[in-house]
């Protein structure tokens, strides 16, 4: 079945550390998103790439950084710069093109946390 | 300033006892409206997409409906499973791609 794939489950991360957290998808998407949940919050965007070998910054990217060398793959790494980490990770996919409005799927979440 | 806003922030209902749920908008040039549903600890579910003032989509006890300014997630009859937090998200023109999210109402229904 398509679908994205996003591990680990549970992260936890000491401070100082950097964790990278796995995002795959099957879905032959050509976008990709990386957005952080928190309580009481919506869901806000910290990066997204439309293409492989190219990315744009979203709304809350510092501390954060990714890479897209392959169409299938987006990780996310959370840098000890990032003061608060603690949250909920969702990445997302779509299909791309110009008049189009395309929903996205999502993956079912790393919830981080720092110990 | 393009913004999302859904209310209530949460809301509880009787098993059987309808109600609705809105998603208020400004955005410059609205693309398309986009409804989902989440589970706690899980990844949003596609419900709805909406494109125009006027359409309306189904989907078992849940109807969406859209105007130029806010839409409806109607809920008919709920039943104790329909029990999620509802997000709201909207595409704006410029082809970014990108979605802007409201901050979800938490629907409790009680048997």
């Known amino acids: 079945d398509g679908g994205i794939t996003q591990s680990p489950k549970y992260l936890f991360r000491k401070e100082g550390q950097n964790v990278t957290l796995s995002c795959e998808q099957n879905?032959?998407?050509?976008?990709m998103y990386w957005y952080r949940q928190d309580p009481g919050q919506g869901l806000r965007l910290i990066y997204y790439?439309?293409?492989?070998?190219d990315f744009q910054k979203g709304d809350i990217a510092e501390g954060y950084s990714v890479s897209r060398e392959k169409k299938e793959s987006f990780p996310l790494t959370v840098t000890s710069a990032q003061k608060n980490p603690t949250a909920f990770y969702l990445c997302?996919?779509?299909?791309w093109g110009t008049g189009k409005n395309y929903g996205y799927t999502f993956g079912s979440g790393t919830r981080l946390t720092v110990v | 300033e393009d913004q999302v806003t859904q209310s209530p922030e949460a809301l509880r209902l009787q098993e059987g006892e309808s109600s609705s749920l809105n998603c208020s908008y400004t955005v410059s040039g609205l693309r398309g409206l986009f409804w989902y549903r989440q589970d706690p600890g899980k990844g949003p579910e596609f419900l709805f997409t909406?494109?125009?003032a006027g359409e309306e989509k189904e989907k078992e006890r849940l109807k969406a409906t859209l105007t130029k300014k806010e839409s409806f997630l109607h809920i008919t009859a709920p039943k104790p499973e329909d029990s999620a937090t509802y997000l709201c998200a909207v595409s704006k023109s410029g082809n970014t791609g990108k979605l802007i999210f409201g901050q979800g109402t938490t629907l409790q229904v009680k048997p």
């Open positions: 909406l494109y125009s």
């Open positions: 997302a996919s779509s299909e």
């Open positions: 790439s439309q293409i492989v070998n």
């Open positions: 879905l032959n998407h050509d976008a």
